[in-house]
């Protein structure tokens, strides 16, 4: 008996380390309002920065709301989501890159978001991605802080 107490310590190493990784993943929270800091029609906050782990859930704080991913602006490997009218959607970050979000009914309008995982290894590509003006125009910042930050690395 006492002969499997160190084998049994050893397992229990092993698991908890196996566990680390899910216990060190953060979760961040979205808000889709009808007023935000950007203007009408806005995700709260707008830019966040993440690693593969973490998950994501876009809260309609507001009534006539969907969180999706905006076609072309995801990483390879990574699965396109689409949430819900007024409901809320969690999404875990598998792949590093740019993830861009739109909520559908206000994409004319620039309610649009990004989520940057790690480097941002296709962000040329998002970049690409023809947008309606107004998103275009609450991009470009959004943007320019992922090259600033990407650079300062």
């Known amino acids: 008996m006492l002969a499997k107490l160190p084998m049994i ?3 229990a190493g092993f698991a908890a380390a196996l566990a680390a990784p ?10 889709m309002v009808h007023n935000g800091s950007t203007g009408a029609k806005a995700f709260e906050p707008a830019f966040i920065q993440a690693r593969v782990g973490d998950t994501v859930t876009f809260v309609p704080v507001d009534k006539g709301f969907n969180a999706e991913i905006i076609p072309g602006m995801l990483p390879l490997g990574a699965r396109g989501f689409r949430g819900g009218m007024n409901e809320p959607v969690t999404i875990t970050l598998t792949q590093e890159g740019v993830w861009g979000v739109k909520s559908m009914p206000y994409y004319g309008m620039g309610m649009v978001a990004v989520i940057q995982v790690g480097s941002p290894v296709n962000l040329d590509e998002a970049m690409s991605i023809p947008q309606p003006a ?3 125009a609450r991009l470009e910042p959004i943007f ?3 090259l ?3 650079e300062a690395n």
């Open 9 to 11: 310590g050893l397992a």
């Open 134 to 136: 107004r998103a275009q």
């Open 148 to 150: 600033q930050n990407y």
């Open 144 to 146: 320019a802080q992922v």
């Open 22 to 31: 899910a216990a060190l993943a953060a979760h961040y929270e979205i808000a």
